[in-house]
């Protein structure tokens, strides 16, 4: 594969205290190197942080987001129309919501999605404590919430819930106890850490690429957070526990050899909380090996 770096140091997501620092932290500790891939340029956030929650929608930064996703799309859309495969670093998770608009702006509106995150993602506005887009980019992804960032460019979904899969999440707790909508309720394939530990990475990889790839191309997403915290403590929202980089990186080889996967975004890594640069080496180390090694 022939892979492009696409900056997008979004915060619009989440908040302004370091995630933003991601793309560049990433290319120093050499990811772009590792992966042979060449510099697709830097899309900047639409509009400047807004810590004001819309009355409307429920959400931090709504417009901002919107026309970020935008840009960020025709930008993805061009590197697949190049016959490349986009790596997207992001700031913070918001970067699916544009990584899957490109992608069905190139390949056709059915494709698949790998989720790979320590949550789950699917909250929905009232029931999100912060208004951040980065509780609820799932849900959004699958059509539910406001329609400013559901309807980027027509209807909604961006991706249908039969052609989801959701691995390594650990927050089942923490989103029952704050009235999240519950993602076992839909046609999602939810495959939480646990399901990792009694089965191991080669079967649920196997189930969740099966599910995938039913769809033409899926995208990947990687939130740092689902890495074992001992590994990955940069990140804003800790918990304890996660994969290994080994078994991220086991569940990333197999997604590349499928020869479907249309591109990879990856989000959440906070620079602000890893001074010496370990959890950024980690995280280098863990994709390459999984996509070029």
């Known amino acids: 594969m022939s892979f492009v770096i696409l900056q997008s140091p979004s915060n619009l997501g989440l908040r ?12 120093r500790a050499g990811l772009g190197a590792a992966l042979g891939a060449r510099d697709g340029g830097v899309i900047a956030p639409a509009a400047a942080y807004d810590a004001v929650r819309s009355q409307e929608t429920g959400l931090l930064n709504g417009p901002g ?6 840009a960020l799309a025709r930008a993805v ?3 697949l129309q190049a016959g490349e495969v986009p ?3 992001g700031g913070d998770c918001s970067v699916i919501l544009g990584a899957l608009l490109g992608t069905r702006m190139a390949v056709g509106d059915r494709v698949g999605l790998l ?3 320590g949550h789950v993602d699917f909250y929905q506005p009232e029931a999100s404590p912060t208004g951040e887009v980065a509780d609820m980019d799932l849900a959004l992804a699958t059509g539910r919430g406001p329609a400013i960032l559901t309807e980027l460019n027509g209807p909604a979904p961006l991706v249908r819930d039969e052609d989801v899969a959701a691995v390594g999440a650990r927050d089942a707790g923490e989103r029952e106890q704050a009235g999240a909508q519950d993602i076992r309720d839909t046609g999602i394939t939810l495959l939480e850490l646990p399901a990792v530990r009694e089965r191991g990475i080669d079967a649920v990889a196997a189930q969740a690429l099966d599910v995938v790839c039913a769809a033409s191309r899926f995208w990947c997403h990687i939130d740092a957070d689902v890495l074992d915290d001992t590994v990955m403590p940069a990140v804003d929202y800790r918990q304890p526990g996660g994969l290994t980089p080994d078994e991220l990186t086991t569940l990333l080889r197999r997604a590349a050899q499928t020869g479907r996967m249309a591109g990879l975004s990856v989000a959440i890594y906070n620079p602000a909380l890893d001074p010496k640069g370990d959890a950024a080496r980690v995280l280098v180390e863990t994709i390459a090996g999984g996509l070029a090694g």
């Open 87 to 89: 790596i997207v670093l």
């Open 65 to 70: 987001l919107r026309d970020t996703a935008r």
């Open 115 to 117: 989720f790979i995150d």
């Open 16 to 27: 302004p205290w370091g995630v933003e620092q991601l793309p560049a932290a990433l290319q």
């Open 77 to 79: 859309a061009e590197v």
